[in-house]
């Protein structure tokens, strides 16, 4: 699953990934890799972004299409 993270900055609170990486208190590379895919937040900075950014988990993620096998 792909998180959402620079589109659910901008939409709940209009803000950039250099805010968000502010608000949060992290370095902004940190915030720039789990936007670019390639890190992931841990549990703890997941709870962290729900709560800076007023949303629920679920907000962050967009679903992939899911493929189904042929035998």
Do not use: H
């Amino acid at each position: 699953m792909k998180i959402k993270i620079k589109e659910a900055a901008k939409d709940k609170k209009d803000w950039s990934l250099y805010r968000l990486a502010k608000e949060l208190g992290l370095p902004q590379q940190t915030v720039y890799s789990w936007a670019s895919g390639r890190t992931q937040p841990s549990y703890e900075n997941m709870d962290r972004l729900c709560d800076v950014l007023d949303c629920a988990v679920g907000d962050l993620f967009e679903a992939e299409p899911v493929q189904q096998r042929l035998f």
